[in-house]
C-alpha cells in the first residue's frame, strides 16, 4: 500500500491482453508473432502495440530473424516478466488474505 | 484457458482504480464515497463511474443513507466481488506455475 493507502498495481501488466501474452510466453518457449495473433484473436496492430509497451517495460525480448528467407518476429519472456506476474500475484493475495 | 488457448480474464476487475477500491472494500467494511474518493485518490466523477461499474457487476452494493440529516453514500464489497478477485488471483496462478 502506498501512504494513500492505495495498493500499487502495475498498470502496464494490469490489461486483459497484456496479460493473455504473458500468459502465452510463461512457459518460456519463443512464440512467432503471427502465432501470438492468431492464438490471442488478435489484430497485427493491437498485438504490435501491446508487444512494445512489454518490450519498452522489459518484460518481453523481442528478436527478428530469417527462417527459410523469410523475415520473422520472435516474443519471449524476460525474468522481469516473470517478475512482474509474481508480483501481481503477491499484491493481490496481501489484497484477498490481508491478515 | 478458451478454445483459443486465451486465459479468461475477468476485465471488470482488471483496472487499477476497480482493483483499488475492491482493496479498500475486502475488509468488509462500509465505505463512505467520501472516504473512499480521498483514500484512493479519486476524482468524484472517476470513483462514481467505477463504483457502477462495480455495482453493475454485483461486485460492489451502494446504500444510501442519512447521516446526521446529510445524504452519504456507502459501498460495500459483496460475495460475488470477493469471488472476483479470488478468480482473478487463481487464473494467475494457474498461469504463473503451469504444471
Same mark, same amino acid.
Given at each position: 500500500?502506498?501512504? #494513500?493507502?492505495?495498493?500499487?498495481?502495475?498498470?502496464? /501488466?494490469?490489461? #486483459?491482453? !497484456?496479460? &493473455?501474452? /504473458?500468459?502465452?510466453?510463461?512457459?518460456?518457449?519463443?512464440?512467432?508473432?503471427?502465432?501470438?495473433?492468431?492464438?490471442?484473436?488478435?489484430?497485427?496492430?493491437?498485438?504490435?502495440?501491446? /508487444?512494445?509497451?512489454?518490450?519498452?517495460? &522489459?518484460?518481453?525480448?523481442?528478436?527478428?530473424?530469417?527462417?527459410?528467407?523469410?523475415?520473422?518476429?520472435?516474443?519471449? *519472456?524476460?525474468?522481469?516478466? !516473470? !517478475?512482474? *506476474? !509474481?508480483?501481481? /500475484?503477491?499484491?493481490?493475495?496481501?489484497?484477498?488474505?490481508?491478515?
Amino acid at each position: 500500500m502506498s501512504k #494513500r493507502g492505495k495498493p500499487e498495481f502495475d498498470e502496464l /501488466i494490469l490489461s #486483459r491482453t !497484456r496479460l &493473455g501474452i /504473458i500468459s502465452a510466453l510463461i512457459s518460456g518457449d519463443k512464440l512467432e508473432f503471427t502465432y501470438l495473433r492468431n492464438a490471442l484473436n488478435l489484430s497485427d496492430g493491437n498485438l504490435s502495440v501491446q /508487444i512494445r509497451k512489454l518490450e519498452g517495460a &522489459g518484460y518481453v525480448r523481442v528478436e527478428k530473424m530469417f527462417v527459410d528467407r523469410k523475415p520473422k518476429t520472435f516474443c519471449e *519472456i524476460t525474468r522481469k516478466g !516473470r !517478475r512482474a *506476474i !509474481r508480483d501481481l /500475484i503477491a499484491t493481490l493475495d496481501r489484497i484477498a488474505n490481508p491478515d
